[in-house]
């Protein structure tokens, strides 16, 4: 218990040092913690992109008009671009999704919900994560509802946009809204009103705009589902998602080739872009994230390491003759070794506490992704924080071992 006082009291004196200390071992714990924050988000991503991307392949398709007058001169057409999405449709699963558009009326926590790649705001209405789309969505990225069903989604799929105007829209939730609404809620926004259909179970994902990128996997908890109109499904096209389960293997540029000669024959510029593209970049950048980050690991242990031995040392050296007194008074080694290692560990602690409250006040943020602290990752970032800290905490105190009571008196 003496020994426990003792340290603690001990925290006052060499302030200076001491805070120096501090900043020193909460600089290592957030600096680790983030490399190993932006590790486990890179892995568990990769993860769902393999559970996405596993059974089928994805292409988007896109425009091959020289401007933007071409292309809408050719949409207004009744005929070239609902034909072409037919034809296609008939032998691809065709995914369309647009984004944005539903602007609510604020509720409690609604920044947990908001758009944060539109902001479009006013005084009473703002715009949530949300997205419109056709129903085969949810079965093809294995989309599961916990409440509700999708009955009211896929009829209202059918209609088109004049035909949905002044019905109360169905719609489909993500989990995070549980605490928000409840199933057959209507809710009031800007355009329109809609009805709650259904929830999402926690968790579900998709592949944003199909592009094969860690960052592109969505977590749909935020996000509001609501059915893209039919013509503006089909006017959208050039931005669909062509889903290839059939046959995943299927060689690419002879799809290409069919798609193209769809095309040729409805007299559309349209075409698909090869997904492996997508797939050699996001490699490169994967392996070369990972060489930074353990680059970076090496870096701060190093001189963290470098740093505390320097003071630790210096410190423990101008306490020679105090343990010493301490020694003639009845303290034995072992007691100078344990009030060391407390002083270290207090300060460690503190340093804990700092890192912690400063690592949930200040969220990471990729892209629109908004990473939560990860309890498992600060774990692990304090073992090793911890491990450097004991080791360098030994080296003066095996100075202090080998030196006799006379040495230490004399402060030599």
Not at 131 to 154: A, H, M, P, V, Y
Not at 177 to 186: A, H, Q, R, T
Not at 281 to 302: E, G, Q, R, T, W
Request: proline fraction near 2%; aromatic fraction near 14%.
């Amino acid at each position: 218990m003496n020994n426990l006082w003792y340290s603690f009291r001990e925290l006052k004196n060499s302030f200076i040092f001491k805070v120096i200390i501090l900043i020193q071992i909460t600089m290592a714990i957030i600096l680790l913690y983030r490399v190993n924050e932006i590790k486990n988000y890179e892995n568990a991503k990769l993860n769902l992109m393999k559970t996405i991307t596993e059974d089928k392949v994805i292409y988007s398709m896109m425009s091959k008009y020289k401007s933007l007058d071409d292309f809408s001169k050719d949409s207004e057409d009744l005929n070239k671009f609902p034909e072409l999405y037919k034809a296609i449709q008939n032998k691809y699963n065709l995914i369309v999704v647009t984004y944005g558009g539903i602007l609510v009326k604020d509720f409690e926590n609604i920044d947990e919900f908001l758009d944060q790649e539109l902001h479009k705001y006013d005084d009473e209405y703002k715009s949530i994560n949300s997205l419109q789309c056709n129903s085969n969505f949810f079965e093809t990225f294995n989309i599961k509802l916990s409440q509700g069903n999708l009955n009211e989604f896929n009829n209202y799929n059918k209609l088109d946009d004049k035909e949905m105007e002044g019905k109360i829209i169905p719609i489909i939730l993500g989990d995070s809204y549980k605490k928000i609404f409840k199933l057959n809620d209507i809710i009031e926004t800007k355009y329109t009103n809609y009805k709650v259909e259904g929830f999402l179970e926690k968790n579900q994902f998709y592949l944003d705009k199909g592009i094969y990128d860690p960052t592109r996997a969505k977590n749909l908890n935020t996000f509001a589902i609501a059915p893209i109109p039919n013509n503006i499904s089909v006017s959208n096209l050039n931005n669909a998602l062509l889903i290839n389960e059939n046959n995943v293997n299927a060689d690419f540029y002879s799809i290409q080739k069919e798609i193209d000669g769809l095309a040729k024959k409805y007299d559309v510029k349209l075409s698909i872009t090869n997904p492996q593209e997508n797939i050699d970049s996001f490699i490169d950048v994967i392996n070369y994230n990972a060489n930074i980050k353990i680059l970076i690991v090496y870096i701060v242990i190093f001189f963290v390491i470098i740093g505390l031995l320097a003071i630790f040392s210096n410190r423990i050296n101008a306490r020679r003759k105090e343990f010493s007194l301490h020694i003639m008074h009845g303290a034995t080694y072992s007691d100078i070794y344990m009030r060391v290692f407390l002083e270290h560990l207090y300060l460690f602690i503190l340093s804990i506490i700092i890192s912690i409250y400063f690592l949930i006040r200040t969220k990471t943020k990729i892209v629109t992704d908004i990473i939560n602290f990860d309890l498992g990752a600060f774990a692990q970032t304090t073992l090793i924080v911890f491990g450097i800290v004991t080791i360098v905490a030994l080296v003066p105190i095996y100075n202090i071992s080998k030196n006799r009571l006379n040495y230490l008196i004399k402060g030599e």
